[in-house]
């Protein structure tokens, strides 16, 4: 479902070297599947019905349902792990139910954007969900308790605790709060790490609540991950793609650039960005992860990527079939505009033909590869995070780190929680 062309290799790193990558590492692919040499108590993942199959989408669906039926607004509390996929899902897709919205909260200590989201909260029927692995972090713990002091507020307590559903480990002090004061606990997946629960009800719930076929996502990451444990290793795209980004590494390149021409996967370049910076940023090793939205930013990064540093790899996130709202014609004009080439073209048709003249213009000069999916829906979105989350194991075992930890986020937590007065 999910397509890696190369054709844009050549500069650095080319097809030939992804084989030799390839034959030089015999044995990869079946270690990861094994769950070796890293990650063996956190590859629920791996196994997307580990942690979404048919009682668990039925348990979504059935507490999605209960909070439907009282509400109109979720707000994921939620950083990192605990929001991106959900988010990426909602903004590429979304909103597929005018009537269930999802906003965003535990992703920012800004007061004025806190503020700003109580105050769209007015008139609405609100409720929250709030996830959080361990229940340390700073932003969702602090933005929770504000909502839910908010919630009491304005409806008691009694009724706000019927509409508060967290998510996170037991035996964390989010679940003695949850049984305190009687709000909904739902388990966060034991082996799976944050940036890795796409797949599972930690992002299923808010999307369910929205009115993302679920369903359909899970069954596109299902086809995908049977897809890649079926092809061989040479055919496995995941695989290469992991390989090219190694080659890229070692080649001297130090960036690699997720660039898209649908700013509609704008978020999903943040999920993406999240999972492979904080699955290989360590022991001074990664390509750096970054994003840009085209055609917009190849008016500010274009110039650098063309001519600058020579440091970049880029990856293009392309979508093949348009969907049906992605046709819009544009007419002739009675002036003289001076675009009069573009007379009766479509929109689509436009920015397909200049992603493939950046694509060609950027690969004479840097490693270029896209990875391509079939349509914009849920199917596909599950496919893509079942790829990445898949190709982003790889990539750091050939890098040689363990993809599951994080242990560079540990030294600011600590200064942030100790300048906040936190006794641990
Ligand atoms: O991938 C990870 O494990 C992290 O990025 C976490 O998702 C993120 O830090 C949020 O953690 P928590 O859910 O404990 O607040």
């Given at each position: ?6 054709e ?6 080319s ?11 015999p ?14 108590d956190?590859?629920g ?5 580990q ?7 039925a348990?979504i669906?059935?507490l999605?349902?209960r909070?439907?039926k009282?509400?109109d607004t979720l707000?994921?509390i939620g950083v990192?792990g605990?929001?991106n996929?959900?988010?990426?899902v909602?903004s590429a ?14 992703n920012?200590?800004?007061a004025?954007?806190?503020?700003k989201?109580?105050e769209?909260?007015?008139?609405h029927?609100?409720?929250?969900f709030?996830v959080a692995?361990n229940f340390?972090t700073?932003e969702p ?7 839910r002091?908010?919630l009491v507020?304005?409806?008691g307590?009694?009724a706000a605790?019927e ?7 037991p035996?964390s002090d989010?679940e003695?709060l ?6 909904t ?16 009800a930690?992002?299923?719930l808010?999307l369910?609540y929205?009115g ?24 496995n795209?995941a695989l290469r793609y992991?390989h090219l980004r190694?080659l890229?590494g070692r080649?001297?390149?130090t960036?690699?650039?997720l660039?898209?021409?649908?700013p509609r996967?704008a978020d999903f ?6 999972l492979?910076?904080?699955s290989e940023?360590?022991q001074?090793r ?5 994003c840009a ?5 190849l008016h500010s990064l ?12 880029e990856t293009?996130l392309?979508?093949?079939e348009?969907?049906?709202d992605d046709?819009l014609?544009?007419?002739t ?5 001076g675009f009069g080439?573009?007379?009766g073209a479509d929109?689509w048709?436009i920015?397909?033909?200049?992603f493939?003249?950046?694509?060609k213009?950027?690969a004479?000069?840097l490693?270029c ?5 079939g349509?914009?829906?849920e199917?596909?979105m599950?496919a893509?995070?079942y790829f990445?989350m898949l190709?982003?194991?790889c ?5 040689g780190?363990d993809?599951f930890d994080?242990p560079?986020?540990e030294?600011?937590k600590?200064?942030m929680h ?7």
């Amino acid at each position: 479902m999910i397509r890696l062309n190369e054709e844009g290799l050549g500069c650095k790193v080319s097809t030939q070297d992804i084989e030799r990558s390839l034959a030089q590492h015999p044995s990869l692919m079946e270690s990861c599947w094994a769950g070796t040499p890293h990650g063996t108590d956190w590859l629920g993942w791996l196994s997307v019905d580990q942690w979404a199959g048919p009682q668990e989408l039925a348990r979504i669906h059935a507490l999605a349902d209960r909070l439907r039926k009282k509400t109109d607004t979720l707000v994921l509390i939620g950083v990192g792990g605990s929001n991106n996929a959900a988010r990426a899902v909602l903004s590429a897709l979304g909103p597929a139910d005018p009537c269930h919205r999802v906003v965003y909260a535990g992703n920012t200590l800004s007061a004025w954007t806190l503020r700003k989201l109580l105050e769209s909260l007015e008139g609405h029927e609100v409720a929250l969900f709030c996830v959080a692995k361990n229940f340390r972090t700073l932003e969702p713990g602090s933005s929770f308790r504000l909502l839910r002091q908010h919630l009491v507020s304005q409806i008691g307590k009694r009724a706000a605790a019927e509409r508060i559903v967290c998510n996170g480990t037991p035996g964390s002090d989010l679940e003695r709060l949850c049984s305190d004061e009687g709000y909904t606990f739902t388990t966060f997946p034991p082996n799976v790490g944050g940036r890795y629960t796409a797949l599972t009800a930690t992002h299923l719930l808010p999307l369910a609540y929205a009115g993302i076929d679920i369903d359909a996502l899970v069954k596109g990451a299902r086809a995908e991950e049977s897809e890649l444990r079926r092809l061989p290793d040479h055919t496995n795209p995941a695989l290469r793609y992991a390989h090219l980004r190694s080659l890229a590494g070692r080649s001297g390149l130090t960036i690699e650039l997720l660039a898209s021409f649908e700013p509609r996967l704008a978020d999903f370049g943040l999920w993406w960005q999240q999972l492979f910076g904080e699955s290989e940023g360590k022991q001074g090793r990664g390509l750096f992860p970054a994003c840009a939205r085209y055609s917009e930013e190849l008016h500010s990064l274009g110039q650098y990527v063309q001519d600058g540093t020579h440091q970049l790899m880029e990856t293009f996130l392309d979508i093949a079939e348009p969907g049906p709202d992605d046709h819009l014609v544009l007419g002739t004009s009675d002036v003289a505009d001076g675009f009069g080439y573009l007379d009766g073209a479509d929109f689509w048709d436009i920015n397909k033909t200049s992603f493939r003249a950046v694509l060609k213009a950027h690969a004479s000069v840097l490693p270029c590869a896209t990875i391509e999916i079939g349509r914009l829906d849920e199917q596909h979105m599950g496919a893509l995070f079942y790829f990445f989350m898949l190709s982003c194991y790889c990539s750091a075992e050939l890098l040689g780190v363990d993809p599951f930890d994080q242990p560079g986020v540990e030294a600011y937590k600590q200064l942030m929680h100790h300048a906040l007065g936190r006794v641990e």
